[in-house]
């Protein structure tokens, strides 16, 4: 009998089984009742501003080709050639005037339309070719530059799935007047780890920072976050934390970019980064502008990590292992010798031999063997902590609660078993 | 820089000081090894990724050229890591507390480097030096690892004759994809 979904997260997700993590059957699930109906992010129009200009991107494990069509739109393709199944594209990115399968050199137009079956000129018949260009990924809609693309034909527009994230978001990207750019390809490695638990850390989970990064986060950094921080949960699966500085702060305390070594390191970038924050009263307004951001996270695997400047995916490969992706973000505005000095705020810290979060890859691969030793199952993990202490603010939209709260998990798991729930039963 | 071919006591002295870097890194002393680098130092592991094979260099060995692959830091690209002597200090100071998880227990490493091969000498005396490594890595309760690479290095002269300090190191890693348990290592 495979596991039921009710007896893995209970009614208020305050216990979570450690099936959850390690579960085959639960894992299929999870593909269809979440990734199949999900807004997945794919790229960033930065990554793609000229016609046929393509970068490979994973929606759950299902290749995909994010493609500039010479009809100016996004396209997303199924990176699986209609005749034997090969990838057509086998370039992390580039421009392509087509694809072309290697077994057979049938060949696709960056929109995906099969141009052309070679074997044919020496054939009788013609095939309808209309029905035989890559698969598209049926829906893709883009925020803010941000692409998304999702399995579901019908799923609601992408505006309304992130609802009042655009609202968190938005206090980072219109800080900068042009907005933000991806820097070259992501840090891509392979953790032994569930797909879940990168995301729960930035979700929400910025308190683990004092405990396993207290090797390199100083104390006064935590501090700053115990007294000023807030998490924040906009729907189930979404979330944000920040610190909410204090009104006539010094520029240097709130301003993005201040935190990495990178610019400690380089003092040419600093007036820069104090313009940025002295205009955020008038680009983000009062409220926003004080805020410093920490770590973002939009249901189910798309994570921003502010402070150090990082869009985030968790690629499920399986129960036990993820591809977690992570692409450096800058400020489109800035000169390029100041993007080269910011990203460094990214790749000391973070990626798979950051400082900090070579502890993080640590965590999840020993959570991973927590989750599949015998004789446990009648010890779900605790995700209690903070039990409805969250509430509405009169200001910042969404339920707030301090940094140690688990709401942002236990929503989380609210959503994640309701999809699975709605799909357990399906043949 | 020169091409000429150095001397066998060139390259014996040079030999031993890579042979000097692998037992103190793998003796996890990395105290003593910052000893060795520059302070001017920048250590470097460059992204490495598939770009499109452009079928106009068709027939020339730049064609499939490992810089194709690079994303280092002299590019609009994203390294793994690019580093500075204030980096590295807080790496080093890291790895001496009880609380740096990745490396509590230790990994086991052991560094075969061969391939050493002086490129050349600039006006001031720094050596392009660019070798090979084999290491393995096994940390308690993980699995074994085979990191391989190229480091490609500018040595120095130090203040005393017959010493070098490492002032540049890029490290070219040859694998598929990322799946060790870290790149934080000294490379």
Known sequence: ?427 | MSTTLASPERQYEIEQWYYREARMLDGRQYQSWLALCHPEIRYVIPGRGNPQVPNRERGKEDMISIERELEGVDSDGLPIRDETMAYLMLRVERSFKANAWSENPPARTRRIVGNIEILGEDDAGALSVWSAFHLHYARPGSASFLYAGQRRDVLAPGEQAGAYLLKNREVILDMAEVAYPTLGLFL
């Open chain 1, 1 to 427: 009998m495979p596991i039921r979904v009710h007896d893995v997260v209970n009614h208020d997700a305050s216990l979570v089984s450690r099936k959850a993590w390690s579960d085959p059957h639960l894992y299929e699930l999870e593909k269809r009742g979440i990734f199949g109906h999900a807004w997945l992010f794919l790229a960033h129009t930065s990554q793609l501003p000229n016609l046929g200009d393509f970068v490979q991107a994973y929606m759950c494990e299902t290749p995909i080709i994010v493609t500039h069509g010479n009809d100016g739109n996004i396209h997303a393709l199924i990176n699986s050639c209609s005749h034997r199944g090969l990838p057509v594209c086998r370039a992390d990115r580039g421009n392509a005037k087509s694809f072309v399968c290697p077994y057979h050199n049938w060949n696709y137009s960056v929109e995906g339309s099969l141009q052309a079956i070679p074997q044919e000129q020496h054939l009788e018949g013609r095939t309808d070719r209309s029905l035989l260009g890559l698969k598209r990924v049926p829906r893709v809609e883009q925020w803010n530059g941000m692409i998304f693309g999702s399995f579901d034909e019908e799923i609601e527009p992408l505006d309304d799935y992130l609802g009042d994230m655009r609202w968190y978001l938005d206090a980072f990207f219109g800080r900068f007047p042009k907005g933000i750019e991806f820097i070259g390809s992501p840090q891509r490695w392979v953790i032994d780890a569930n797909w879940k638990l990168p995301v729960e850390n930035q979700l929400g989970d910025v308190n683990h920072g004092p405990f396993l990064h207290a090797a390199v986060i100083p104390p006064e950094a935590n501090a700053e976050v115990f007294e000023l921080g807030r998490s924040v949960v906009t729907a189930p699966g979404h979330g944000a934390t920040f610190r909410l500085m204090p009104e006539g702060a010094p520029l240097e305390q709130v301003a993005w970019g201040f935190e990495g070594m990178a610019s400690l390191l380089a003092p040419e970038v600093h007036d820069y980064l104090r313009e940025v924050q002295a205009r955020a009263i008038e680009s983000v307004g009062p409220l926003r502008s004080r805020m410093k951001g920490l770590t973002y996270g939009v249901f189910p695997n798309l994570s921003f990590l502010w402070s150090n400047t990082a869009f985030k995916v968790s690629h499920p490969r399986g129960p036990g292992k993820v591809e977690y992706w992570s692409w450096s973000v800058v400020p489109a505005d800035a000169p390029d010798a100041f993007k080269r000095i910011l990203r460094g705020n990214h790749t000391a810290f973070f990626g798979p031999g950051g400082i900090l979060e070579q502890e993080d890859s640590e965590a999840w691969t020993q959570q991973r063997i927590g989750s599949e030793i015998d004789f446990a199952d009648d010890r779900p993990y605790y995700y209690g902590l903070g039990l409805n202490e969250e509430k509405p603010d009169p200001e910042l939209p969404g339920l707030v609660g301090v940094t140690a709260n688990e709401f942002y998990a236990r929503n989380f798991f609210l959503r994640w078993r309701d999809a699975l729930a709605a799909v357990e039963d399906e043949a």
